[in-house]
Each structure stands twice: as C-alpha cells, then as structure tokens.
C-alpha cells in the first residue's frame, strides 16, 4: 500500500479505515511511504497505532520513509 498526499488530524479518520479495510484478511501489509509530503502527529500516531498491530499479528513493514517520520518519531518516542 503506498501513502501518499498529506495526513493531518482531517484525513486521520479516512487512514483509519484504509488501514483496517486493507489488513482485514490477516496478511501482512507493506506501507511504502514514499509518496507522503505531509504527516502529523494525529496522523503519525494512528499510522504506528496501526503499524504495531499488524506487526503483532500478521507483518507490517514501512519501507522508503521520509526523513520526517523517522525525525517526528524521534520526537515523539514512537517506533514506527
């Protein structure tokens, strides 16, 4: 699945149910964030939210982040 455009506190209910329609078979889910220009912190802790439950039952992997996320994680002490 590619992200792409701007996640903010307005587009995190439509991330929500992106990410719960895409993970309903129980495979793992790559989230290739390549494509993203803006995240914020809503958006931010909904994607690890979502991340960490995959991660915990069928795999999730977050390839070609941009340097933001890992920078707002750092801030915000989550692990993507």
């Given at each position: 699945?590619?992200?792409?455009?701007?996640?903010?506190?307005?587009?995190?209910?439509?991330?929500?149910?992106?990410?719960?329609?895409?993970?309903?078979?129980?495979e793992g889910v790559?989230?290739?964030?390549?494509e993203l220009d803006?995240?914020d912190h809503h958006?931010?802790?909904?994607?690890?939210?979502?991340?960490?439950?995959?991660?915990?039952?069928?795999?999730?992997?977050?390839?070609?982040?941009?340097?933001?996320?890992?920078?707002?994680?750092?801030?915000?002490?989550?692990?993507?």
């Open positions: 699945m590619v992200l792409a455009g701007e996640v903010d506190l307005f587009s995190t209910p439509d991330l929500d149910r992106l990410l719960e329609m895409a993970c309903e078979d129980g790559s989230l290739d964030l390549a803006f995240i958006g931010l802790e909904r994607l690890v939210a979502h991340t960490e439950r995959l991660a915990a039952t069928a795999g999730c992997s977050v390839p070609n982040k941009p340097p933001v996320v890992d920078r707002l994680c750092d801030l915000l002490e989550l692990q993507p």
